[in-house]
T-cell receptor
Framework: DTGVSQDPRHKITKRGQNVTFRCDPI?????LYWYRQTLGQGPEFLTY????????KSRLLSDRFSAERPKGSFSTLEIQRTEQGDSAMYLC????????????FGPGTRLTVT | DAKTTQPNSMESNEEEPVHLPCNHS???????IHWYRQLPSQGPEYVIH???SNVNNRMASLAIAEDRKSSTLILHRATLRDAAVYYC?????????????FGKGTKLSVKP
């Protein structure tokens, strides 16, 4: 399977704990995106990378959130001191920087904060 | 990115064509019209995109109005698997801003 993969698919954590999600993009894609989606809403942009450089961050990305893409391949999204409001689906997507930016999404990581 | 307007929901019968409308009256000359869909419990899936001319691919057709202020995604024969939320999104060609701005989309229900 050469699509975008995300791990884990589901995560249940207690409020105040830290969690980390991983995304593996399509191998030749140099752009990688993180989105968050809550029930009944469309995905909301969090941040994106071109290669290893983080080019844009949404105001939704509070200080408790950090994302990395150290070698320009896989990426991690960490949430520190989780809150119940962080419960959502976290989606990763990748694309080529050239062209019209069709993005290919992974299956998402469902986070539940209890 | 310019905004798009879509109906909240639509219904279709299986094996009938479906026309999903999208209005984008403030579209600029460099904006491409992209469509994505999201099946239940899955990430969004790219469907099709176009600039000015109508486009066809294995999944769907995209009809773009001459003034580009509206477009229609056409599913030629709806199947139960096409039940999903369909998003119409404007993407600026060559823009440095890479993210997609999703609205609420149109929830398509397909009846057997």
């Amino acid at each position: 399977d050469t699509g975008v993969s995300q791990d884990p698919r589901h995560k249940i954590t207690k409020r105040g704990q830290n969690v980390t999600f991983r995304c593996d993009p399509i191998s030749e894609h140099n752009r990688l995106y993180w989105y968050r989606q809550t029930l009944g809403q469309g995905p909301e942009f969090l941040t994106y990378f071109q290669n290893e450089a983080q080019l844009e961050k949404s105001r939704l990305l509070s200080d408790r959130f950090s994302a990395e893409r150290p070698k320009g391949s896989f990426s991690t999204l960490e949430i520190q001191r989780t809150e119940q409001g962080d419960s959502a689906m976290y989606l990763c997507a990748s694309s080529l920087a050239e062209g019209t930016n069709e993005q290919y999404f992974g299956p998402g990581t469902r986070l539940t904060v209890t | 990115d310019a905004k798009t307007t879509q109906p909240n929901s639509m219904e279709s019968n299986e094996e009938e064509p479906v026309h999903l409308p999208c209005n984008h009256s403030t579209i600029s000359g460099t904006d491409y019209i992209h469509w994505y869909r999201q099946l239940p419990s899955q990430g969004p899936e790219y469907v099709i995109h176009g600039l000015t001319s109508n486009v066809n691919n294995r999944m769907a057709s995209l009809a773009i109005a001459e003034d580009r202020k509206s477009s229609t995604l056409i599913l030629h024969r709806a199947t139960l698997r096409d039940a999903a939320v369909y998003y119409c999104i404007l993407v600026t060609y060559g823009g440095s801003q890479g993210n997609l701005i999703f609205g609420k989309g149109t929830k398509l229900s397909v009846k057997p």
